[in-house]
Each structure stands twice: as structure tokens, then as C-alpha cells.
């Protein structure tokens, strides 16, 4: 009989509605359950595409002997750590302040106050490698809940003070300048990886926003170790196993240095971010790798991901059915030299076998192969790679597919707009712009209240239950800005001042200019998060802090170009010390650092051709964080178009920063190098 999960939007909870466990979703009337039968609260935190879940799911949760004895002495809750990032940080927070290391699954023991006094994160169903067996630590919490009570609180207590006292002491309100840029370009070039790209070790993680600061950077200074480190990394990652050689886009990360044997599963964030990284790196050096890989990016993202709605869902998973009936992980994306034999036939499986690194050994599990582009002296024949890939595409589409996480996640919902109108408008692809406004649409439509409060997730058009946190009113506010930048339609302007407005009202601290991931009149949980480092994706610190300045640039408003000044004393904090993980915060502050540059373009309409050759130009242009409008003369689609007439009935941009213009020009050419000087 399914628990009480049936009735969630998230596919993750969904996953275990049919678990002997008498789950409870994260809600006050768990707490209030485990405070009426004297129960401790199991908390277990996972996401659907997470291999280790579904593993501990199958091992423990499916158990009938396991769930009988977590229904008898517990209070159980399942929370998606995607539609709660907020429940997530918190207990992670504690996990890895009490252990030093965290992960998913996460199980937490909390009592009925919600104040953890006992963590871990996968635990295995018989003792192994040093770790107790799931039984036994449920027995030992059960054991201390029961006979040890005062200790417990205890415990609990003193983890809730320390939490409390974890106050983020950020460097004050001054935003960077050169020297801390400076600074951080330097302990990037420390971790770099120079055989190999990236930076640090295994596992390896692609590091999209630090490349932003790297291309950002080189555009307003000019250090070519920035660029070469930005290209060198981009060309291992496009040629290494984290890239789908066959159907494009990008997994997690990779398990070893070389970029070689990745974790399959693939998220929208990643394919949005590296999108557009790429996109990007095309616009400052035209490199064809980077061409062909942001416009394969952007076509996987909108043909396995896009949702009937018209979002983009948030992940595929990394297993997926052998053949056999086992889950395994990467079967869907694997070959071994037999394999491509059966799809190609004897001389295309050798040629496939060097172009692709295809080895009888393997460079995976079990004699299989990941597929890369080693640097080889060999020149293929374009014609006959294309039709092998075509073939292989084609007999990987009859394997069993991986599982797709459907719910809509309203802040990588705001990155894929980004990374697709920008793309779709570098490329010529209205297709991708078109993707980007359906998307925008949907979250308009479903993820917006009647006074523009964003909800996190929707699935199938429905929105979920959970209030929308910093980052996604800050990426979703980013998504809007570049839509409407490529778009001329100054509604999308509108919108994004709309979430904006909330950001100022309901996630900063007045007095200190510190951002909270949570609103204000957010749940109050046992500490309001608070996290400004960019990891897997730019954190709501940083995100909104971008947004902020960008919408400034557009409006003249400065009230959120104060607010976006403040919060970069993060940056000025963190990022001498800690680069690797303020990217997206350094290249908010190269965007403050450059002014950013705000263009106008007017013309007699959007389609006359001069106006949209301008336009495109503007796009181009690599002045960091830079904003375009564009419109009819006297137009008031947008602020910037004000006062800006057409220069002797020609087409005009307009190039200012910093409270100074330029002489209007009519000529691309000037106008780019207006704006890549």
C-alpha cells in the first residue's frame, strides 16, 4: 500500500511511495506525530538521480524487516534535496561539522524539535569496510533515544548553539577591486591542472563559473594565462569521457583526473552553465570546438530534457538497465570493441575504436569503453565519422533509456534560459531562443503568485508546495535579463525587477548587506542558511548579486546596484583564498570592475537588418556583464532606449558606463571595439 508520499510532485519522494516505510514528507505534522508517540525523526535526504540512494533504498527501505523496525521506534521523513535546498543545507551544515564530510543519502536523527544529535550518510545493510550496518545504528539511536534521553538533548542542544554561533564573517560591504582579482587569478594558477586541465584532483568537477571569471578577466585585462587556462580546460573536458561524444551534453564529473570515466548522471545545471561557458569562450576566440559544443549542449538540453510544459527537467539518471534487468551504471553510454562491431560492421568498429579510444581492455568496468576524442596525428574523413556516430546514436537509442527526473526546478530553469537565448542568438538558432522563452513562460505562468513569489519545482504543470529560495529568484532573474537582451522585449525586464524587488525586501540584511538563502517570512528551521560559496552552482548569494548589478546597469536603479556592491564583500573576502569556489561571485565582480557596460541599440524597427546586424554585434561584444536593449528610436521598451534617436535615420548604438558615453555610432565595427577594449 503506498505511504504517504503518493500525492508529492517531486519523482525522488515518488520513488519510495511504495516503500514498506511509513514515510512522511518534511511538514509540522510529522513533528507533531514524533512529539505525540515520543519518537525521534529519521531524516533521509537524497535526490532522484543520486546512485548510493537508490542503492541504500533498495538495501534498507525496500526491506520489510528494516522498515518494520524504522515504522516501530521512528518518526521517518524523505526530504528531496532539490525541492528543499534550504532543509538540505541546514542538516548538511551539521553532518559536516560533526563528521568533517558529507554526501547523499544523509541521515540525520533529530528529535521532535527538528535538533540533530546523531548523522551519517550512506549506511550499508551488513557492517563493511569500517562502517556499521544500517540495523545497528538504528538500534544504537533507538538504544540512546530510550535509555539515555538527557545525553541525547544534550547533544542536540550543544549542536544547535555551535550551528548558531557559525555566523559568516564576509569582509564587509566594499566589493572587490584589481588587487583581490588579481589575487585570485593567482591561487587559480596554483590549483591548475596543466597536463590536464581543471583544477585539484579526483574527483575533477567542471569548473564552469571559474571560467567565466577566466574569460571575463581576460576581456578587461588582457592576461592571456587566464584565456589559455579557460581554452585548455574546455578542450580536455569536450575531448574527455564527461562529454557525450554521441548526443552531447555533459555529466556530473569525473572520477579520475583525466576527465576520462565520468559519473553518468546529467544534470540541467551543468548543461546549462557549461552552455553558455562555451558559448562564450566561441565568442572570444571563435574556436569550432567551442561552437560545435555549445550547440550540441543546447540541442540536448532541449531534446532530453524539455518537459511537454515546456521547461526543462532537471536530471538523467546514471544507471539504467543492462540488458539484463541489473541497474548498472553508464550501460546506457558504454561500448566495447564487440558492440561497435555489431553496429558498424568490422572497418568502421576499428576505425570508431581510435577515433572514440575504444580499447579490448576498457577503459570502464568489465571491458567496456567511455568514449573520448583522444589527440591523435591520424586525420579522419569527416563524411565517414559522421556516419558512424549517426549509427551508434541510432543503435544507442534501443538500449533501455535512464531515468529522467521531471520536476521543473524553477533557479536551473533560469539557467537554461540564460545559456540558451545567448547561444541560440550567437548561432542563429531562433530555435533555442524560442526554448528559452517557452521555458520563461512556464515559469511565469506556474511558478509565479499573483505578487511574482517564486515557488521552487512544478512537475507536469503543477506547481510543488515550496517556496522558492535566493538562487532561484537570483538565476531565474538572470535567465530574464539575458532574455530580454536577445529578445527586445522589454517584459522579461519587468519580470526580473519584479523578483529583484523581492531579493531586496526579503533575502538581505539590511544592516550588514549579507544575503539569506531563505525569505525572511520563510519556515523557520533550527538556523536560516545562509551560504555564499558557488559550488555546483552559483550560490543565491552570488546569483543574485549578478542579477542585481545587471538590472542596475539596465535601469539607473541604485538601490540595487548598492545592494549588489555590498554583497560582493564576499567576494572581496573569499576570493584571494578560496577561488575555486567563488566563481560566478569573481565574475560579478570583473562585471562591477568593467562598469558594466550598458548598449543601446535603436532602429527604425527589430527586423530592419542594419538594427539587427548592431544588435548582434552588441551581443557579441566581451565587455564583462555588459547589458544590451534594443528597440524602435523613442521607444520605452526600455529605460536605456530613452532619449537615444536614430543618427541621420541610421540605426545607432549607444555605449556608456560609469555615468559617461561614447559618441553614438553607427558602424559595427566601432562597436566592436567598443566593446572589447
Not at 559544443?293 to 532530453?304: K, N, P, S, Y
Not at 511574482?452 to 532561484?472: F, I, M, Q, W, Y
Request: charged fraction near 25%; glycine fraction near 10%; charge should be negative.
Amino acid at each position: 500500500m503506498p505511504n504517504r508520499l503518493a500525492h508529492e510532485t517531486s519523482p525522488y519522494l515518488l520513488q519510495h511511495a511504495d516503500n514498506p516505510v511509513d514515510w512522511w514528507p518534511w511538514s509540522e505534522e510529522a513533528f507533531e506525530e514524533a512529539r505525540r508517540s515520543d519518537r525521534p525523526v529519521l531524516l533521509s535526504v537524497g535526490y532522484s538521480s543520486c546512485h548510493w540512494c537508490h542503492v541504500m533504498a533498495h538495501e534498507s527501505f525496500e526491506d520489510e524487516a528494516t522498515a518494520d523496525f524504522l515504522n516501530a521506534h521512528f518518526v521517518n521523513v524523505k526530504v528531496d534535496r532539490e525541492e528543499r535546498p534550504d532543509v538540505d543545507a541546514v542538516y548538511m551544515e551539521a553532518v559536516q561539522a560533526a563528521t568533517g564530510q558529507g554526501g547523499w543519502p544523509m541521515t540525520v536523527f533529530l528529535t521532535p524539535e527538528a535538533e540533530p544529535f546523531y548523522f551519517g550518510t550512506y549506511f550499508p545493510p551488513a557492517p563493511r569496510h569500517g562502517m556499521p550496518s544500517f540495523r545497528q545504528v538504528l538500534e544504537g539511536v533507538r538504544s540512546a533515544w530510550t535509555d539515555r534521553r538527557d545525553e541525547v538533548a544534550e547533544v542536540a542542544g550543544k549542536i544547535v548553539r555551535d550551528l548558531a554561533g557559525r555566523d559568516i564573517s564576509y569582509g564587509g560591504t566594499e566589493a572587490p577591486g584589481e588587487q583581490e582579482l588579481a589575487q585570485a587569478l593567482l591561487g587559480l594558477t596554483r590549483e591548475y591542472d596543466p597536463q590536464r586541465g581543471g583544477f585539484g584532483g579526483a574527483p575533477k568537477f567542471p569548473p564552469s563559473m571559474v571560467i567565466e571569471f577566466l574569460l571575463r578577466h581576460h576581456a578587461r585585462t588582457g592576461a592571456e594565462g587566464a584565456l589559455q587556462m579557460a581554452q585548455d580546460t574546455c578542450e580536455r573536458m569536450a575531448r574527455g569521457g564527461i562529454y557525450d561524444q554521441l548526443g552531447g551534453g555533459f555529466a556530473r564529473y569525473s572520477v579520475d583526473r583525466d576527465w576520462v570515466v565520468p559519473h553518468f548522471e546529467k544534470m540541467l545545471y551543468d548543461n546549462a552553465l557549461l552552455c553558455r561557458v562555451y558559448a562564450h569562450l566561441w565568442r572570444a576566440t571563435g574556436s569550432d570546438l567551442a561552437r560545435r559544443v555549445a550547440l550540441e549542449t543546447a540541442d540536448f538540453m532541449v531534446r532530453e530534457l524539455r518537459t511537454e510544459q515546456g521547461g526543462f527537467a532537471s536530471a538523467l539518471d546514471a544507471d539504467s538497465d543492462d540488458g539484463t534487468g541489473r541497474h548498472v551504471e553508464g550501460a546506457y553510454y558504454v561500448w566495447t570493441p564487440g558492440q561497435l562491431r555489431e553496429a558498424l560492421g568490422d572497418d568502421d568498429a576499428e576505425l570508431a575504436a581510435r577515433y572514440f579510444g575504444v580499447t579490448e581492455e576498457g577503459t570502464f568496468e568489465e571491458g567496456a569503453s567511455v568514449l573520448q576524442l583522444p589527440q591523435r596525428d591520424e586525420v579522419f574523413e569527416a563524411g565517414r565519422i559522421a556516419s558512424v556516430r549517426q549509427r551508434l546514436l541510432e543503435r544507442r537509442a534501443s538500449r533501455p533509456a535512464p531515468g529522467r527526473d521531471d520536476k521543473v526546478v524553477a533557479a536551473w530553469n533560469g539557467l537554461a534560459i540564460a545559456a540558451l537565448a545567448e547561444t541560440g542568438a550567437y548561432f542563429d538558432r531562433p530555435d533555442l531562443v524560442e526554448a528559452a522563452v517557452g521555458a520563461a513562460d512556464l515559469l511565469v505562468r506556474v511558478h509565479f503568485d499573483d505578487q511574482a513569489r517564486l515557488t521552487r519545482t512544478s512537475k507536469d504543470g503543477r506547481a510543488g508546495a515550496n517556496a522558492g529560495v535566493l538562487e532561484d529568484y537570483g538565476d531565474v532573474a538572470e535567465g530574464f535579463l539575458a532574455l530580454a537582451s536577445v529578445t527586445g522585449e522589454g517584459v522579461w525586464l519587468d519580470f526580473a525587477g519584479f523578483l529583484l524587488d523581492h531579493v531586496l525586501a526579503r533575502f538581505v540584511d539590511e544592516e550588514s548587506g549579507a544575503l539569506y538563502d531563505t525569505a525572511a517570512d520563510a519556515e523557520r528551521l533550527i538556523r536560516r542558511p545562509q551560504d555564499p560559496t558557488d559550488n555546483a552552482v552559483p550560490s543565491g548569494w552570488s546569483a543574485a548579486a549578478g542579477a542585481l548589478l545587471g538590472y542596475a546597469a539596465h535601469t539607473g536603479s541604485e538601490p540595487h546596484r548598492r545592494a549588489a556592491e555590498r554583497a560582493l564583500g564576499v567576494v572581496k573576502a573569499l576570493g584571494p583564498r578560496v577561488p575555486r569556489f567563488i566563481g560566478w561571485g569573481l565574475a560579478v565582480a570583473e562585471a562591477l570592475l568593467d562598469g558594466p557596460r550598458e548598449v543601446a541599440v535603436v532602429g527604425p524597427s527589430l527586423s530592419d537588418e542594419a538594427t539587427k546586424t548592431l544588435h548582434r554585434t552588441a551581443l557579441l561584444g566581451t565587455a564583462p556583464g555588459a547589458v544590451v536593449a534594443v528597440g524602435a528610436a523613442e521607444s520605452d521598451e526600455f529605460p536605456l532606449l530613452a532619449d537615444r534617436p536614430l543618427q541621420q535615420g541610421a540605426p545607432a548604438a549607444y555605449v556608456c558606463r560609469n555615468f559617461t558615453c561614447d559618441a553614438p555610432t553607427t558602424d559595427p565595427e566601432r562597436l566592436r571595439e567598443a566593446l572589447s577594449s
